[in-house]
């Protein structure tokens, strides 16, 4: 049964983001929290035929930021508002999966059209980003992270409409990097995390679905990691 307190508080995030995900696993709530940050998760270089294996419908344009109004563009070519939230479900809900996948805690979300967000890299690092270098590792699962809705469209999508803000954040994890990376070594990891990201989507498709349709309903926080948890099958070990 799911606690209907936590440090007290009647609501789910109180306290330590972190450490309330790692007291619910251990407790056997929160299984798949963390389950899939593993040594198999190492950055290595990622050609574009590999992409579209893990279903990237069109992987040239990924990494290449938009210069137009996405959400202008959205409008003017979906057929509905009911499409376009769709979308955006589909993607904030990535980078929410993604997150708790590899142990990042999500502090919040929003699928409001034009202040849809997630919010996650301080939560996991337990302090701003900009206080800080980055180490490899930690930028590893914080760019799969960010580039997961990415991922999420570039699988059910021909154009990804909403990589620019996506790019921006990862751009902002890069530039803390302890180890300095050239454009290239950016572009590489880029590509990479994007194809991580979206082999979680693949491998946790009914976790993801679950999510999407939980916050099509306003889930609490608490509710969308229910939504992930009672999906698909225990994959943690």
């Not at 996991?124 to 469209?153: F, N, P, S």
């Not at 059910?156 to 530039?175: H, I, K, N, P, S």
């Not at 993801?208 to 969308?224: K, P, Q």
Request: include cysteine; hydrophobic fraction near 45%; proline fraction near 3%.
């Amino acid at each position: 049964m799911w606690p209907a307190t936590i440090c007290g508080e009647p609501r789910f995030l109180c306290g330590p983001v972190k450490e309330s995900f790692e007291k619910l696993r251990e407790a056997g709530v929160t299984r798949k929290w963390g389950s899939e940050l593993t040594d198999a998760l190492r950055r290595r270089n990622v050609f574009i035929g590999e992409l579209r294996q893990v279903g990237i419908k069109n992987p040239d344009k990924i990494a290449v930021p938009s210069v137009r109004n996405d959400a202008a563009f959205l409008f003017s070519v979906v057929a509905s508002t009911s499409v376009l939230a769709d979308r955006v479900l589909k993607h904030e809900a990535a980078h929410f999966l993604v997150g708790y996948l590899l142990g990042v805690p999500i502090t919040g979300y929003s699928v409001e059209l034009g202040r849809e967000h997630t919010e996650f890299a301080e939560a996991k690092l337990q302090q701003r980003i900009i206080e800080r270098t980055l180490t490899d590792e930690e930028i590893d699962a914080l760019a799969l992270v960010a580039v997961a809705g990415i991922a999420a469209e570039g699988r059910d999508y021909e154009e990804v409409m909403g990589q620019t803000a996506d790019l921006f954040d990862l751009q902002r994890l890069l530039l803390r990097s302890r180890a300095k990376l050239s454009d290239a070594q950016q572009q590489n990891v880029t590509r990479w995390a994007v194809w991580s990201a979206a082999g979680l989507l693949r491998a946790h498709g009914q976790e993801h679905a679950a999510l999407v349709e939980a916050m099509r309903r306003g889930a609490s926080m608490a509710e969308c990691v229910q939504a992930i948890e009672g999906a698909g099958g225990d994959k943690a070990q």
